[in-house]
């Protein structure tokens, strides 16, 4: 499968210090394409430079969705430890609820990176976030 359009190329992603490998890293940066298009109202899709902020974003969206992604099969396969203690051995995980409380939480924190990453960023003389009349 051919990713193309990308916002943020692999190379670009190493280079930022990024450790995912190529395909994981396709499919995160799809996402997070794909946020960030929804987000701007597609703003970015024809444009020839994409701008380092938005290069920067990606990369933040992809740590923040890949730690999803990694906690929901945690939680699915073994369950993800809130808590443990050593001399008592006693050990917490999180509940079907926390889980789903904190997949809901995604929005926010996504929301959150794409606002302080992309605010007063301009393209074609719009402001890519900008979403109505001031």
Excluded: W
Excluded at 21 to 37: C, T, V, W
Excluded at 44 to 61: Q, R, W, Y
Excluded at 105 to 125: A, P, Q, R, T, Y
């Amino acid at each position: 499968m051919e990713f193309s359009g990308q916002y943020l190329t692999y190379e670009e992603y190493r280079g930022l210090g990024g450790t995912l490998i190529l395909m994981p890293f396709n499919i995160l940066e799809f996402g997070a394409r794909s946020q960030i298009d929804l987000r701007t109202q597609n703003r970015l899709a024809n444009v020839d430079e994409i701008p380092e902020e938005v290069k920067l974003c990606v990369f933040h969206l992809i740590d923040k969705i890949n730690s999803y992604a990694q906690m929901n099969v945690n939680a699915t396969a073994n369950g993800t430890v809130t808590s443990e203690s050593i001399d008592g051995y006693s050990v917490s995980y999180v509940n079907a609820t926390q889980v789903s409380e904190i997949i809901k939480s995604k929005d926010s924190e996504l929301e959150d990176i794409m606002l302080s990453d992309l605010f007063g960023v301009i393209v074609n003389g719009v402001a890519i976030i900008y979403s109505g009349v001031i």
